[in-house]
């Protein structure tokens, strides 16, 4: 067995043979109401196709989750004044409030997780997640793997996005 099917074998073993429950939470937060308050609140006022698109599920998984989300208070579906045929989806302020906790959630227990893990173990696991995830986009089953130039785009576009983010990122920790 080569180093890959070894590497891949252990990381079968140790990610996905024993998910836990930070890890289920996580993945549940990208199919469902915590993904669509978290979009809302980042994106402002969308449309349901538009949830749809961004969440990569259909019209009636979209439906079903805005009406759990009214049902609790956390959004309005609103008929757009100028087209009837569209309907608006809004955060409420409790849905607002909702998506804040979730997130700062969230971010605390991965801080806390990098706290164990120490700075330099930390940035070394984002650089090589970050280069994983870059491969993974690229790279699809059934498909020709990515010539070079396609992988030297794909490490230039995560590097402009990279440092987009970090300079709002920083801009914000000014403001505040």
Sequence with gaps: ??????????LYASVWGNRSKMQ????????????????L??????????????????SGRISTVLAALEK????TRDIDPDDRRIIRVNLTD????RSK?????????????????GERRTR??????????TYMAICHPGAPRPTPDEVRAAFAERDR????????????????
């Design 101 to 117: 906790c979730d997130l700062e959630e969230m971010r605390s227990a991965i801080c806390w997780i990098f706290s164990q893990m």
């Design 41 to 58: 609140a980042l994106r402002g006022t969308m449309t349901p196709s538009q949830l749809a698109s961004s969440l990569k599920a259909s």
């Design 161 to 176: 996005r990279v440092a987009d983010h970090m300079r709002t990122e920083r801009a914000k920790a000014g403001e505040e």
């Design 24 to 39: 289920k939470e996580f993945a549940r937060g990208a199919h469902g109401e915590p993904f669509i308050l978290h979009e």
């Design 72 to 75: 609790k208070g956390l959004i």
């Design 1 to 10: 067995m080569g180093f890959e099917r070894e590497a891949l074998s252990e």
């Design 124 to 133: 070394e696991f984002v650089d090589l997640l970050s280069e994983f995830s």
């Design 94 to 97: 409790a849905g607002r409030e």
